[in-house]
T-cell receptor
Framework: NAGVTQTPKFRVLKTGQSMTLLCAQDMNHEYMYWYRQDPGMGLRLIHYSVGEGTTAKGEVPDGYNVSRLKKQNFLLGLESAAPSQTSVYFC?????????????FGEGSRLTVL | AQKITQTQPGMFVQEKEAVTLDCTYDTSDPSYGLFWYKQPSSGEMIFLIYQGSYDQQNATEGRYSLNFQKARKSANLVISASQLGDSAMYFCAMEDSNYQLIWGAGTKLIIKP
């Protein structure tokens, strides 16, 4: 089972460039999340989705956009990358976190903005 | 606003000893979930244990148990008989009824042989 797959795993961007991170899950999960993790800190929620066609802002949404056109995919976009967006990005999914208690994470995507 | 606090940036523990990792939380939401995750140096996030706010008993998963004290708003992780492979970052997190997961800053646990 693939579980949660993130692509790309590494990327270097110049300031002002745009890119999209793709998260794909094959577990038919309703809920999907995008987090960022900076050194010495826990994860911070960027955006999340509670079902196909829905998205919502998390704790640090500025500078990012998301889309959930298909249930299995959750895309994170950076329209104009900034050095402050250098981070490790994690995607996660779950069936119903309040009942099962488990989020399934991708392996992370390391983004560097120069 | 919801908040998770992990007061121990780092801990050293002798192999085979039990270890308690502290986590306190703040929320006014009556319904919430508490999680612990492990992040080894390889970077992946590994789910350890979950406690729902209405669960009457403390959650246990193998060597992991969660010491849930609702009145004190604490959800400490207890690892019994620690092993060298337990060396990692440990994160406490809380999810409220709005599906947002708030994470603590983590505790770096090092198990000494």
């Amino acid at each position: 089972n693939a579980g949660v797959t993130q692509t790309p795993k590494f990327r270097v961007l110049k300031t002002g460039q745009s890119m999209t991170l793709l998260c794909a899950q094959d577990m038919n999960h309703e809920y999907m999340y995008w987090y960022r993790q900076d050194p010495g800190m826990g994860l911070r929620l960027i955006h999340y989705s509670v079902g196909e066609g829905t998205t919502a802002k998390g704790e640090v949404p500025d500078g990012y956009n998301v889309s959930r056109l298909k249930k299995q995919n959750f895309l994170l976009g950076l329209e104009s990358a900034a050095p402050s967006q250098t981070s490790v990005y994690f995607c996660a999914s779950s069936w119903d976190p309040m009942n099962t208690g488990e989020l399934f994470f991708g392996e992370g995507s390391r983004l560097t903005v120069l | 606003a919801q908040k998770i606090t992990q007061t121990q940036p780092g801990m050293f523990v002798q192999e085979k000893e039990a270890v308690t990792l502290d986590c306190t939380y703040d929320t006014s939401d009556p319904s919430y979930g508490l999680f612990w995750y492990k992040q080894p140096s390889s970077g992946e996030m590994i789910f350890l244990i979950y406690q729902g706010s209405y669960d009457q008993q403390n959650a246990t998963e193998g060597r992991y148990s969660l010491n849930f004290q609702k009145a004190r708003k604490s959800a400490n992780l207890v690892i019994s008989a620690s092993q060298l492979g337990d060396s990692a970052m440990y994160f406490c997190a809380m999810e409220d009824s709005n599906y947002q997961l708030i994470w603590g800053a983590g505790t770096k646990l090092i198990i000494k042989p």
